[in-house]
Each structure stands twice: as structure tokens, then as C-alpha cells.
């Protein structure tokens, strides 16, 4: 096959695996690097050899992390694999081995701090969810007026990681929040998101909440290195420290693997200095939302 044939199968490889748009965006962009390196004009020439060769580059390159270059072996991978039809042994081409790296987690009292510099209703309901719940920001913004489930206390999570749908916990502070947001901005659109954008058809971009996200911790004075996403940590080691088993914190998670979960293990059970749940948690810090922006009912 040709180079162009190679990349219309790869596409067509990963629609049929249904893959994400952003897993087939990031695949077909690795592979066509990998593809524009071989110089092969005839795909079904490659062998193990050039894709050896091609790892061998990405490891001498100091601006690659273990985890970004493992991220070109499995898109190579299945190019080799799946659209080529050709085996791959694991032993001749390995997986860097990656550095075990703990999460940042924010103690109960800088998530203090940070929910005490919140002001704005739409803010403080996307934050305080996103750690009462557990959420990645992608599945707080993909969020529909029906995914909030108030009779169960639950939020129906259909665009998880891999596209696996779950039932998130949802706190009863959190649900105050986002009905607070709700009648302060009636944010009415055709898709019923939670938080639209200013077109009222897509969802609020996520680098908006990243930005709002690293004022807000640096006017708490949090040196941490933290993101939203330090929120779904702190939710999953404050789970844990509560009492919550770590099979139930692993379907909370939308984790496919318990290897996954495993690794809050390490400070819920060294840092004894918190056994109050993120349900709790949330509860006062909305508590003191309302006391502050003279909330009542």
C-alpha cells in the first residue's frame, strides 16, 4: 500500500474500533510522523526494524516524557497490527518503563482556602461538583440537564473516558450548586448542556475553566501544582480516607482497572489527618458559598 492508502485503512481501522475523536486525531497524527520518518513508499515493506528505529529517535529527543512516548508505540502499534496486518513482538519492542508519579492532592484545608476565593455561581457549581463527584472536566461539560438524576442523587456520566457510561455520586451540596447556578443564569440551549458556551449549541471550553481554575488557586496562595483534574484526585483520596472500599471507588472512577485505582492508595492510608468524605466536604464548603453571598432557602 501506499503511504495515502495507509493512512485512509488506519483511519478507517479506528471508526471501526469506534475510537474517539480525539484517540483517532492523536493516532493519525503519530503515525503520520512515524510514516514521514520511514521515507517507505510501500508501506507493506516495514518491518519491526524501522519501527525499532523510530523508537530508538524518540528516546534520544529530550523534550519526549516515558508516557508521551509509550503514546507513539501503541498508536504505531496498531498501525502495524491492525492496518498492515503484521504481528508485533512486545519483548523486541517494549514500553518505556514509567516513573511511578503520586497525585497532587489538595488538603481539606486548601480546598478551603480555594472554595472561599469562588464567587461566581457558574464557577463554584462546576468546581464543587467536579470534586463532590469525582468528574473529569470533560465529563462535567458534556453534562445534560437529564444526566441529573435528583430523585437518586446520582449524575449519568455517558461520555467517559473510552466512551463508557457510568453513574457517578452526586452531593447534596452539589445539587444546591448547580440549581443555585441554574436560577441565577438560566442557561437555556438547544442541548440542555449544563454549561454552555456563548453560542448556546456547544459546551463551554475546557480551557476556560483551566484558566479560571489557576487564579482561583493562586489568590488561595495553593503552591501545589494543581489543575481541575487535582479535584477528581482529591475526590478519589478523600473517598478513601472515609471508608469507601476501593472497588466501589473504582466503579466511581469509571476506572477499567483496579491498577488504576490503586494508586490513592499510598496517601489515604499514610495521611490519617482526614476521615471526612467529599460528600461532607462539599456540604461545608457550600455552607460557607451561602453564608457569604447571603444565599437563603
Known amino acids: 500500500m501506499t503511504q ?18 480525539d484517540t483517532i486525531s492523536c493516532y493519525s497524527t503519530q503515525c503520520n510522523r512515524f510514516l514521514e520518518f520511514s521515507k517507505v513508499k510501500d508501506t507493506s515493506r516495514l518491518t519491526e526494524k524501522e519501527f525499532r528505529t523510530y523508537l530508538v529517535h524518540l528516546a534520544d529527543r529530550d523534550d519526549l516524557a516515558p508516557s508521551s512516548i509509550n503514546l507513539y508505540n501503541s498508536a504505531v502499534r496498531f ?20 516513573p511511578l508519579k503520586r497525585p497532587e492532592v489538595l488538603t481539606p484545608q486548601e480546598l478551603e482556602a480555594f472554595f472561599r476565593e469562588v464567587t461566581r455561581p457558574k464557577q463554584f457549581a462546576f468546581f464543587l461538583n467536579l470534586y463532590g463527584s469525582g ?3 470533560s465529563e ?64 463551554q471550553s475546557p480551557d476556560s475553566f483551566e484558566s479560571m481554575f489557576r487564579k482561583i488557586a493562586k489568590d488561595a496562595d495553593i503552591c501545589k501544582k494543581a489543575s481541575p483534574h487535582t479535584l477528581r484526585h482529591c475526590f478519589a483520596t478523600h473517598t478513601l480516607q472515609s471508608g469507601t ?9 469509571g476506572h ?39 444565599i437563603h432557602g
Open 245 to 253: 472500599d476501593l472497588m466501589r471507588l473504582k466503579e466511581m472512577l
Open 4 to 21: 495515502s492508502q495507509t493512512r485512509r485503512k488506519l483511519l478507517q481501522d479506528m471508526t471501526l474500533r469506534g475510537f474517539s475523536e
Open 256 to 294: 477499567s482497572s483496579l491498577s488504576s485505582t490503586t494508586v490513592y492508595l499510598h496517601l489515604s492510608l499514610v495521611d490519617k489527618s482526614n476521615a471526612r468524605s467529599p460528600e461532607e466536604l462539599s456540604a461545608r464548603f457550600w455552607t460557607g458559598y451561602r453564608e457569604r453571598n447571603f
Open 79 to 98: 498501525l502495524y497490527e491492525v492496518t498492515l496486518e503484521k504481528d508485533i513482538n512486545y519483548k523486541r519492542v517494549p514500553h518505556v518503563k514509567e
Open 135 to 137: 468528574l473529569r472536566i
Open 140 to 203: 462535567m461539560l458534556a453534562l445534560r440537564v437529564n444526566d441529573i438524576d435528583a430523585r437518586r442523587m446520582l449524575l449519568h456520566v455517558r461520555c467517559g473516558k473510552g466512551r463508557k457510561e457510568r453513574f457517578a455520586p452526586l452531593t447534596k451540596a452539589g445539587l444546591e450548586a448547580f440549581r443555585y447556578y441554574w436560577k441565577m443564569y438560566r442557561p437555556t440551549n438547544a442541548n440542555d448542556y449544563i454549561f454552555p458556551d456563548y453560542t448556546k449549541t456547544r459546551t
